[in-house]
């Protein structure tokens, strides 16, 4: 039977369910083209250059990587041309970026996350890229950068698409259209992703859990409660021994929940409480949210459904708990009680 790559599995996605459009279609493939890009930079590593800092802040105040900025100039590259795109916006940009005059437009924005998990990038463990679409709102004025903003501010039920590559041993790419979880597999010398997985499924109940233990101490009292009671394992209310995991890249860690199950959880402490929390909004959380309950998990604040919250800026950051169904609920319900 024929390899069913990503752009032969959009095409019967289109065909079979009508549940993507061709200017749909052709941005996600253009997206993997990126995604494909950004991994065989990272791959040279050393060799080619493209470790360590890059000697400028982004928008949030952190300290840039050298693979940051150039992921997410492989992303705009790849998408302002294609006439699939109105405008998109990333975590490394100040405003959103409009298509230039030049090219043509289209009904979409896109919204990324280049290289998710920093931090790991010199230390040679898995990072990602994020991304998410959403239709641009007819008549919203895309006159300036700032104009532009406003049509990016909707709930992440309205996203159309959500997906993340994964750079790891193998590069993968998880995405959901709305109609389930996929996953596909870079084959290399071919230089094309493969599907290797339909149907993904979160078990709904876990033993393992992914939380910054470092921040302890500025937890909220639910969440404190929760992990004292998963610590204290077999003899504690649980009544079953966990294992904890952190690889502090959130696609890493979501992508070991896609496959199988557990909680991870990035919740308002005291650290983070100005800001709103540690994660984005547009470019981490909305995403992730509807791939995990594509894949039957749950994803919320710890007080409300992640999908549901209206954003009120394009850089909002907000508490994240996601993953296995029965645990998410449990922690959410420690929090409305
Ligand atoms: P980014 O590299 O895009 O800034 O995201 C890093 C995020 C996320 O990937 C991860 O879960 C979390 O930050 C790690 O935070 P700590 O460094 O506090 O562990
Ligand atoms: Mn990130
Ligand atoms: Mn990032």
């Avoid at 996605?13 to 995604?35: N, P, Y």
């Avoid at 790419?173 to 493969?194: I, K, N």
């Avoid at 650290?271 to 998990?297: C, H, I």
Wanted: charged share 25%; with cysteine.
């Amino acid at each position: 039977m024929a390899q069913r790559t990503l752009a032969r599995y959009l095409t019967e996605e289109q065909r079979d369910k009508g549940v993507i459009t061709g200017d749909l279609k052709f941005l996600i493939e253009i997206v993997s083209r990126a995604c494909q890009a950004i991994s065989v930079a990272i791959g040279k590593g050393g060799l080619g250059g493209v470790l360590g800092e890059a000697g400028s802040d982004n928008v949030q105040g952190e300290a840039q990587k050298k693979l940051d900025v150039l992921s997410n100039d492989i992303l705009l590259d790849a998408n302002e041309w294609g006439g699939h795109l109105a405008a998109m916006a990333s975590e490394e940009m100040d405003l959103p970026h409009l298509v230039p005059h030049r090219f043509p437009k289209g009904e979409y924005l896109l919204t990324f996350d280049p290289l998710d998990g920093s931090s790991n990038i010199d230390v040679n463990v898995s990072i990602g890229t994020i991304f998410s679409v959403l239709k641009c709102p007819e008549g919203a004025d895309l006159s300036t950068p700032e104009a532009a903003e406003k049509a990016f501010l909707q709930p992440g039920t309205a996203q159309v698409a959500a997906g993340y590559a994964v750079y790891g041993p193998t590069t993968l790419l998880v995405l959901t259209v709305g109609d389930g979880v996929a996953v596909f597999t870079l084959d290399r010398e071919q230089g094309h992703f493969v599907l290797t997985q339909e149907n993904v499924r979160i078990p709904e109940e876990t033993k393992e859990f992914a939380i910054n233990m470092s921040n302890q101490r500025f937890w909220e009292a639910p969440v404190k409660r929760y992990v004292d009671e998963m610590v204290a394992g077999k003899s504690g209310p649980l009544g079953k021994d966990y294992n904890m995991r952190w690889v502090a890249s959130m696609v890493a860690d979501v992508h070991r929940i896609m496959t199988r199950g557990g909680i991870f959880m990035y919740p308002m402490d005291e650290k983070v409480r100005d800001k709103g929390g540690k994660l984005r909004l547009m470019y981490e959380a909305n995403p992730m949210a509807l791939l995990v309950e594509q894949a039957g998990g749950a994803a919320t604040t710890g007080r409300k459904r992640i999908l549901d919250l209206q954003p009120t800026h394009l850089h909002q950051r907000v508490p994240v708990i996601l993953g296995s169904k029965l645990e998410v609920e449990r922690v959410t319900g420690y929090h409305c009680n």
